[in-house]
């Protein structure tokens, strides 16, 4: 199985802060990633798939990049909406494996 | 709208069974193929199984599989997954998402869960 390794488990930042979130797979998946955000007590929300490929209504300061092994999840100014958890998901192969998630919390 | 809203969840106890529903509306269900996906306390997503537009394509997590079935009925706009065999390790919120097409492989919309409790 592919393995998802994302970095690092907690962020913490500001308001109008850039944050970067990395995601490495174990082996090439092409651009086979997305991204989804969740809130406590809520489901995943998709934001970006295709590696870069931003979902309708998902706001343009999310940006996704990368291909391969490497993937990089970029919020260019933190918004108070956007503190919530990250999760990054390989589908190169069936099965999907998810990354285990980076927690995004106002410093 | 779409819409996906599970239901079955409930405390069960090792060795029990449970039967999970997902209702779909606001699009063709039958166009869809459909994924189970949980998440146990505090920590991350973990896909469980996928179902083709069809269901004559079925993949499952080795983690569940030989104890889970996954099925749907595009009659009636429901995908169910019938859990067998619990553990404690099967604990977990219960998602059902679906593919927006052609095998993409990710979600584009998911439920809002429900809760599983394997425990004596």
């Known amino acids: 199985d592919i393995q998802m390794t994302q970095s690092p488990s907690t962020l913490s930042a500001s308001v109008g802060d850039r944050v970067t979130i990395t995601c490495r797979a174990s082996q090439s998946i092409s651009n086979r990633l997305a991204w989804y955000q969740q809130k406590p007590g809520k489901a995943p929300n998709l934001l970006i798939y295709?590696?870069?490929t931003l979902e309708s209504g998902v706001p343009s300061r999310f940006t996704g990049t990368g291909s391969g092994t490497e993937f990089t999840l970029t919020i260019s100014s933190l918004q108070p909406d956007d503190f919530a958890t990250y999760h990054c998901?390989?589908?190169?192969?069936?099965?999907?494996?998810f990354g285990q998630g980076t927690k995004v919390e106002i410093k | 709208e779409v819409q996906l809203v599970e239901s079955g969840g409930g405390l069960v106890q090792p060795g029990g069974s449970l039967r999970l529903s997902c209702g779909a509306s606001?699009?063709?269900?039958?166009?869809?193929?459909m994924n189970w996906a949980r998440q146990a306390p505090g920590k991350g997503l973990e896909w469980v199984s996928y179902?083709?537009?069809?269901?004559?394509?079925?993949y499952y997590a080795d983690s569940v599989r030989g104890r889970f079935t996954i099925s749907r009925d595009n009659a009636k706009n429901s995908l169910y997954l019938q859990m067998n065999s619990l553990r404690a390790e099967d604990t977990a919120v219960y998602y059902c998402a679906r593919d927006p097409g052609g095998n993409s492989g990710f979600a584009d919309y998911w439920g809002q869960g429900t809760p599983v409790t394997v425990s004596s």
């Open positions: 998901q390989q589908y190169n192969s069936y099965s999907w494996t």
């Open positions: 295709q590696a870069s």
């Open positions: 606001g699009f063709t269900f039958g166009r869809y193929e």
């Open positions: 179902i083709s537009s069809s269901g004559t394509i079925i």
